[in-house]
């Protein structure tokens, strides 16, 4: 059974960080490129932040360039996403996707986690 299972959301002020975590299984770790979405309420789904497994290569979002860093523990089979600088336009709910082929067309999604940033 394939699953993503993502924690470290919750409240912060602005200015504030948050490391969000995607614990994977299922599937071959390695072979994948795991990242995160986001959607804030009556937004559409933006993508965020992903990492190509296999050589490390990273991809950011130009809204947050610079303010989130995204890295993997491959022996743990894990993505997290360092969020430094958090401003209150970053609220939303972040979901953890694996893509194989393409991440931006993912084959599994996580829950969801909520991150709200407080001005």
């Known amino acids: 059974e394939v699953q993503l299972v993502e924690s470290g959301g919750g409240l912060v002020q602005a200015g504030g960080s948050l490391r969000l975590s995607c614990a994977a299984s299922?599937?071959?770790?390695?072979?994948?490129?795991i990242g995160w979405f986001r959607q804030a309420p009556g937004k559409e789904r933006e993508d965020v932040s992903c990492?190509?497994?296999?050589?490390?290569?990273?991809y950011y979002a130009d809204s947050v360039k610079g303010r989130f860093t995204i890295s993997s523990d491959n022996a743990k089979n894990t993505v997290f996403l360092q969020m430094n600088s958090l401003k209150p336009e970053d609220t939303a709910v972040y979901y953890c996707a694996a893509g194989g082929s393409s991440w931006f067309d993912p084959d599994y999604w996580g829950q969801g986690t909520q991150v709200t940033v407080s001005s």
């Open positions: 990492i190509k497994i296999r050589d490390g290569s990273t």
């Open positions: 299922g599937f071959t770790f390695d072979d994948y490129s």
